[in-house]
């Protein structure tokens, strides 16, 4: 996003101090057999979405992997 000129306090201005950003790679959501795509919305142009490639959803142990691989920037108040 800070290649487009976003930064963690344009989205924290946007959603408010109830919300969190955390960081994890595309890669890091590939190990996991997701997939990932960008998912623009009107209001969010920057919005992108993970998804299960392999089921209707994540596994538990996937989730808490990916969780591990997370990085917090902001957490929520």
Not at 4 to 21: A, E, F, K, P
Not at 24 to 38: F, K, L
Request: aromatic residues 6%; positive net charge; charged residues 25%.
């Amino acid at each position: 996003m800070s290649d487009r000129g976003i930064s963690v306090q344009d989205l924290m201005n946007r959603w408010g101090s109830g919300y969190g950003v955390v960081s994890i790679t595309a890669s890091d959501a590939r190990s996991e057999d997701q997939g990932v795509v960008r998912w623009p919305t009107e209001s969010d142009p920057e919005h992108a979405m993970i998804f299960c490639l392999n089921g209707p959803k994540k596994s538990g142990g996937q989730s808490k992997r990916l969780a591990r691989k997370s990085v917090v920037v902001v957490a929520p108040a």
